[in-house]
């Protein structure tokens, strides 16, 4: 089993991962960033959806909304979620490395580090590609990652999250010359220790930069947060997008 299937990981460490506040922080984003406005009525694909924070307000707010997410126990929370906010949204499990729909979306997202999971390079690439594949002529792709030039200034500490029933303790370390990046979560509940991991790619805008265009995208930004801010030294999070031709 490879760590981005382990629903361990996803479900087990969900409270974690996804507290209450990215909820409703995905609401407002979806009412105000420029980045996610789009023509009325645009086929929007948010690939590795998750438990739907942005399926919901993206389907709110008209916009044809598929989700794709691998593991079930999420999709099933995103469906759920959905159902509770009395939208309509398709969603499907599937592997974001398979995933095409061909001319299928005006809109490709792919939100909170969802992407460069895969351990060879190439896979990464392939997912971009497959993005471009599933996008109408015109249509463009957003991808919102934790930068290398963000994740630089915030290595070297072990955070610490009191949880209602323990404490969570997750680290950062470096591999591999820097390319890639390793996240071990720890969950400490009384006498019982959890542990999970994630180890991905991680991208300077540069070579993300360089990656969309590998896969064939043109009018390539790359801004430091949801409000079109440049990605300079106060960013907080690194979006790239960029449109097929
Ligand atoms: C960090 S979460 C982000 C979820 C969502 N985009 C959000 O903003 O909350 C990554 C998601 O990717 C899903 N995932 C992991 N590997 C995947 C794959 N190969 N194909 C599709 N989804 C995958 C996980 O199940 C998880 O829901």
């Known amino acids: 089993m490879t760590w981005y299937s382990d629903d361990g990981l996803w479900s087990g460490f969900s409270e974690l991962m996804w507290p209450q506040y990215l909820t409703a922080e995905a609401d407002e984003l979806v009412r105000e960033s420029p980045l996610l406005a789009f023509p009325a009525g645009s086929r929007v694909l948010d690939l590795c959806c998750g438990p739907g924070r942005f399926v919901v307000p993206l389907a709110r707010k008209g916009y044809q909304v598929t989700g794709v997410d691998l593991n079930a126990p999420v999709l099933d929370r995103a469906k759920q979620a959905a159902a509770d906010a009395d939208v309509s949204a398709e969603l499907v499990q ?13 809109v490709v997202l792919n939100m909170y580090t969802s992407f460069g999971y895969f351990d060879e390079a190439e896979k990464n690439l392939q997912v971009l590609r497959n993005a471009h594949t599933s996008l109408a002529p015109g249509g463009k792709l957003l991808l919102e990652v934790f930068g290398k030039e963000i994740v630089a200034k915030n290595i070297g500490r072990t955070h ?28 400490v509940d009384g006498e019982v220790a959890r542990s999970a991991h994630i180890q991905s790619f991680i991208y300077s805008a540069a070579e993300l930069r360089r990656l969309f265009e590998d896969a064939g995208f043109t009018d390539i930004e790359a801004y430091g947060g949801f409000d079109g801010a440049p990605y300079d030294k106060r960013a907080k999070r690194l979006i790239v997008q960029g449109r097929k031709a």
């Open 94 to 106: 599937g592997d974001m490395l398979e995933f095409v729909r061909p001319g299928g979306f005006d």
């Open 160 to 187: 610490a999250f009191p949880q209602p029933d323990g404490i969570a303790y997750m680290r950062h370390s470096v591999l591999d010359d820097w390319t890639k990046l390793r996240t071990d979560w720890t969950l």
